[in-house]
């Protein structure tokens, strides 16, 4: 169990190491591409070594001064291949990827209305799901027809990443338009793997016009005309090897962000934080409340730009936030309503449905945390409601979750009288020196 005390002083400088997230996604392009892959830099924590038994079916890894040089394995090898379920991020990208690439997907932990909405999706571009169920309750999903793929007329942004897998597996040509802007992290990397892509923006009336129009009337750029076309050619892949550099952890540059809003006292930089828009979603959210985190960029990298944030002026107020498209959001989630917890007024988190499809149910999971922090808090159908608190008592959180709440939770304990207990199996995982780094950085009140 972490144990965590109230703070009063969080200062220093913390480094994020590298996102373990796109060593899984980086070695799944390799085998779609068919070409050798270096992909760094690698912590050596528990789930990294995870991600490289899970690959091991499919490509050999070698580690050479912190990166893993990636080579695929002949196709005939590994008809299946087992991946983690629920917890998994970019779910959707590796599920489709992988049967278009002729795989049996088996996933150990995946409900019904999960199921049902793939095959709603594969069905929606031309393409059939077939699943298959195991004696140990997990499930085997397989691609049975692929003949008819096009992208829909009509495409969600969260379905973007089901459908781009279907076209990378299946070594296909795409172009289509949608009317909100492409934040996937696939912006960046797929032409770093060496696939020809190209997004551009067209407006029906002048592009200054329009950010003015907008300002004015409060609307979306979708509302002005704006659209967004996108063009990816992956019937083949440029170049006989990538190199693929990993930028830092974003679901821990948030957590970190969290903890420093909550605890204004004292001077915290934070530094290897990805500055897309992939992974903005807290620094965006602080804005917005009232906080002025100063960015300054120092880097680049196959993911994008990455910088050094600096949280300053913390006045923190209730907003509202539109989660889309969700896989942007759904990693930070917790921290959002965490921070939304000490802020004043309320908060409301819209868009989050698909977490219901999770197993347990993932806004259920996140609010029975809340309940145990005594934070006040609505539901909706899809979404969150928060009541800001001055003042919170400590509190245990016993069972396992995820790294996301269990990080998330853990430095609102720094906020919260007394001792706050959190079980970090997951946090181990995912971030080893998680209490070490908490304990260099916050000064805890006697």
Partial sequence: MLEVKAAKEVRGRVELPPNPDFLLVGGLLAVAANKSMRIGPVAGTPLCRDVRETLSALVDIEERGGSWSITPKPQATASSLAVPGEQMRYRQLTVFLLMALGKTVVLRSVTEKRLDSWKRMAKQAGCAIETKSFD???????????????????????????????????????????????????????????????????S??????????????????????????????????????AAISVPGDDILGGVLLVAKALVPR?????????????????????????????????????????????????ELAGRKTECTPLYQYEAHVPAMVVLSCFAQGQSILRNLRELRENQPDGIEEILACVRAMGGRHGEMPDGIVMDGAKQLDGFDLPDETPAPIAGAFAVAGLKCMGTTKIADQALARRWPSFAQMLDEICEYRK
């Fill in 136 to 202: 140990d309750g997990s499930a085997g999903l397989s691609l049975v027809s692929a003949d008819t793929f096009a992208m829909p007329a009509q495409m969600e942004p969260d379905a973007l990443h089901a459908y781009l897998g279907l076209a990378i597996g299946l070594k296909r040509g795409i172009l289509f338009q949608v009317d909100y802007q492409i934040s996937s992290p696939l912006r960046n990397l797929l032409p770093a793997v060496g696939y020809d892509v190209t997004i551009r923006s067209e």
């Fill in 204 to 241: 029906s009336e002048n592009e200054a016009l329009a950010r003015r129009m907008r300002f004015l009337r409060g609307r979306k750029k979708s509302d002005v005309g704006v659209t967004y076309s996108f063009t990816g050619d992956f019937t083949k892949c440029s170049g006989a090897e």
């Fill in 266 to 314: 004292g001077n915290l930089i934070i530094e290897n934080v990805p500055l897309e828009p992939w992974a903005n979603a807290l620094p965006n959210l602080v804005r917005k409340m009232g906080c002025r985190p100063a960015v300054q960029e120092t880097g680049e990298t196959s993911l994008g730009k990455t910088g050094m944030i600096q949280p300053q002026k913390f």
